[in-house]
């Protein structure tokens, strides 16, 4: 087993340095975010001992015992689930990272609720891409006045978009997903938002999301095998 994730987790590096290649990036412009949900606390720490230090996590229970369990290593904690705003306040204080910002109400609680002595919590939003109804996210409309109240928050740091396109079926499908995740960000940079980020590509379609500009990979089950069904 050990054996199997440490081969499992090259094979992931291995594929973003060979699409950043192709797609003439420069390898190191793309975060690897291993997601361990499901995962438990000791196939995490093997992960962590073959490299890897970013680590997301999805359901909050699950996630805070496993921080707690570990924390004697520096893991950087991406919380990459739905947040409701009565659970905001353990996310602020454990995590490093929070994707999927929709709504400036979790936005205001997170920012009032992460301590002093920790560096302004990272977040990106969760951009819809278009005719999507079903998937959570803002739309086009949307974004600019939820960066712009993003951005006056003190203990927040907005860091750029994240993205969940449902599955598609072609290379060029995933790609023209990823595509418009990308225009958005633009849009928001030509109107002066430093945006750094773009959270986007999983263990399906990472090498798309890297044709696009992704900055930073979300792969679970390429990485820890398939997960037990819910
Ligand atoms: C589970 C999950 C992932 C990882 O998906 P895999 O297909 O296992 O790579 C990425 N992003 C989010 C938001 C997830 O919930």
Redesign the pocket.
């Known amino acids: 087993m050990n054996d199997e994730i440490a081969h499992n987790l090259a094979a992931v590096r291995q594929r973003i340095r060979d699409a950043a290649l192709r797609y003439e990036r420069p390898p190191d412009d793309i975060t690897l975010?291993a997601?361990s949900?499901t995962v438990d606390a000791a196939r995490i720490r093997r992960v962590y001992g073959c490299g890897q230090t970013q680590f997301?996590e999805?359901y909050l229970q699950e996630a805070l015992a496993k921080i707690a369990t570990l924390k004697d290593l520096p893991i950087e904690w991406h919380f990459?689930?739905r947040l409701q705003s009565n659970k905001t306040k353990p996310v602020a204080e454990s995590f490093a990272w929070v994707?999927?910002i929709e709504r400036i109400k979790i936005a205001e609680r997170l920012s009032a609720q992460r301590p002093g002595d920790a560096p302004p919590l990272n977040v990106c939003i969760q951009f819809n891409v278009s005719a999507e109804s079903t998937k959570g996210g803002v739309s086009d409309a949307e974004l600019v006045e939820l960066a712009s109240a993003v951005t006056e928050l003190p203990r927040l740091r907005l860091r750029g978009l994240?993205a969940?396109p449902a599955p598609a079926h072609s290379f060029d499908a995933q790609r023209g997903a990823f595509h418009q995740v990308a225009a958005a960000r633009e849009m928001l940079r030509a109107r002066g938002f430093l945006l750094d980020t773009l959270?986007m590509g999983?263990?399906?379609d990472?090498e798309a999301a890297i044709a696009e500009q992704s900055t930073l990979v979300?792969?679970?089950?390429?990485?820890?095998g398939?997960?037990p069904l819910k």
């Open positions: 975010l997601v949900k997301g999805n990459i689930g994707h999927g994240m969940l959270s999983t263990s399906e990472l979300r792969v679970g089950s390429a990485i820890f398939r997960r």
